[in-house]
């Protein structure tokens, strides 16, 4: 069990008997699809590392409409906000897949890295990293018209192999378009016309960059 922490950058410079105390102050819990984990607007109170499976980050407005801000694969941890103080979680985190995790206090987590000054240097690391992504992701929703914020994406998600340039198992549409802050409709819409231009095949499995995506379109 403690060798699962090892893919925790912020946590290998622990020492076993830290190891095995996070796992006796904290709790491992296996959980489906769909299922939510925390709420923007709630007492900020543990810290998740995500063993395995896969989590959605998203905000909401008043009337109910979401804009993703991540998606988080295992390997990940998020909930830093329960280690700065007492406050509100900002974002909520749903799975999306089956997922087993770790949800440690975060004061006990902070008393255990302040010890570690690796530890302590790749948590602020991290949270750099993090501030600068958010920050490109407002910027996105705040200067980019929605092609352009598509078009980023996809660029984000695809992979080289082969020579070619895909997106293996793309997110649904109604995903692509949260993550764009965006409607399911103008992703459609825009996928559409990116087809007829030649620059994308899609399917259910996989979509192929064909082509350079455009800076405007």
């Given at each position: 069990m403690v060798a699962e922490f090892a893919q925790f950058?912020?946590?290998?410079?622990?020492?076993?008997?830290?190891?095995l105390r996070l796992l006796q102050i904290g709790r491992v819990r296996t959980v489906g699809?769909?299922?939510?984990?925390?709420?923007?607007?709630?007492?900020?109170?543990?810290?998740?590392?995500?063993?395995?499976?896969?989590?959605?980050?998203?905000?909401?407005?008043?009337?109910g409409r979401e804009a993703t801000l991540n998606i988080l694969r295992a390997g990940s941890w998020f909930g830093e906000l329960a280690m700065l103080g007492d406050g509100l979680r900002s974002a909520s985190?749903?799975?999306?897949?089956?997922?087993?995790?770790?949800?440690?206090?975060?004061?006990?987590?902070r008393d255990i890295l302040v010890r570690y000054p690796q530890a302590t240097q790749q948590?602020?690391?991290?949270?750099?990293?993090?501030?600068?992504?958010?920050?490109?992701?407002?910027?996105?929703?705040?200067?980019?018209?929605?092609?352009?914020?598509?078009?980023?994406?996809?660029?984000?998600?695809?992979?080289?192999?082969?020579g070619e340039c895909f997106i293996a198992n793309p997110p649904p549409q109604r995903e692509l378009a949260a993550r764009c802050g965006a409607s399911r409709e103008m992703v459609?819409?825009?996928?559409?016309?990116?087809?007829?231009?030649?620059?994308?095949?899609?399917?259910?499995?996989?979509?192929?960059?064909?082509?350079a995506l455009p800076a405007r379109f």
């Amino acid at each position: 069990m403690v060798a699962e922490f090892a893919q925790f950058s912020i946590l290998q410079p622990l020492s076993g008997d830290d190891m095995l105390r996070l796992l006796q102050i904290g709790r491992v819990r296996t959980v489906g699809a769909r299922h939510l984990l925390m709420s923007e607007n709630e007492a900020s109170t543990a810290v998740y590392f995500l063993l395995s499976g896969e989590v959605r980050v998203f905000i909401t407005n008043g009337a109910g409409r979401e804009a993703t801000l991540n998606i988080l694969r295992a390997g990940s941890w998020f909930g830093e906000l329960a280690m700065l103080g007492d406050g509100l979680r900002s974002a909520s985190v749903v799975t999306t897949a089956p997922s087993r995790f770790l949800s440690v206090p975060g004061p006990l987590l902070r008393d255990i890295l302040v010890r570690y000054p690796q530890a302590t240097q790749q948590l602020l690391t991290i949270l750099g990293q993090r501030i600068r992504n958010l920050t490109d992701t407002v910027r996105g929703f705040a200067l980019g018209d929605v092609y352009q914020r598509l078009a980023q994406l996809l660029g984000e998600l695809a992979i080289e192999q082969d020579g070619e340039c895909f997106i293996a198992n793309p997110p649904p549409q109604r995903e692509l378009a949260a993550r764009c802050g965006a409607s399911r409709e103008m992703v459609a819409r825009v996928l559409r016309e990116l087809r007829r231009g030649g620059y994308v095949e899609t399917s259910r499995r996989r979509i192929v960059l064909k082509k350079a995506l455009p800076a405007r379109f």
